[in-house]
């Protein structure tokens, strides 16, 4: 048969959308800004993005012989993946649970959202901040609170030595500082 006659199934998208692992009985924690930034995308691509797509696919359709139509086939494409995120942020928005860090301002204690500086056994320094799945980014610094060094690190304390598991062996990490923001001044 024809692939212009076959029909594309949900389940290849569905496979696309499997979000990203949680622990057993875990929550996919957030911060504030992260849940913002993920409600703006998804408000977005909602009330802009997919609107001016339907009218390229509207109008592309009213030019007559779909079948070398670009404008359609591309529409028709990008209407998926817009779908499809619109899917993705939908299920993420809805098992978030937004943490605020400044709530540990203060702590030596590092929880979700904590800024932590550790030394390992060669001497190097290293800063990262724990960050949700959806937000965190390796390039700034940021890691997973579902990471091996978040795991790690987590409800330690400045001056702990740790035992971090990584594919290149295990070493002795020690906690230097930890910091958290400050909390937003009200008014």
């Excluded at 299920?91 to 929880?111: M, T, Y």
Aim: hydrophobic share 35%; proline share 5%.
């Amino acid at each position: 048969m024809s692939k212009a006659f076959t029909r594309e199934t949900d389940s290849e998208e569905d496979e696309e959308l499997a979000l990203p692992p949680l622990p057993a009985g875990g929550k996919n924690y957030i911060t504030p800004a992260g849940y913002k930034r993920l409600r703006e995308e998804l408000l977005d691509l909602i009330d802009n993005e997919r609107p001016k797509i339907v009218d390229v696919v509207h109008w592309a359709a009213s030019n007559g012989d779909r079948s070398e139509n670009g404008d359609y086939h591309y529409g028709k494409k990008r209407l998926r993946e817009i779908d499809r995120r619109i899917r993705f942020l939908t299920k993420r928005l809805e098992i978030a649970e937004v943490v605020d860090p400044s709530l540990h301002h203060g702590n030596d204690q590092i929880f979700f959202g904590a800024t932590v500086t550790y030394v390992d056994e060669s001497g190097q320094e290293r800063t990262i901040t724990i960050y949700g799945i959806d937000e965190a980014d390796n390039t700034q610094g940021q890691v997973s609170w579902v990471s091996p060094i978040a795991r790690t690190l987590i409800k330690a304390r400045t001056g702990d030595v740790l035992r971090l598991a990584s594919p290149s062996g295990s070493q002795d990490i020690e906690v230097l500082r930890v910091a958290y923001p400050a909390p937003a001044k009200a008014g």
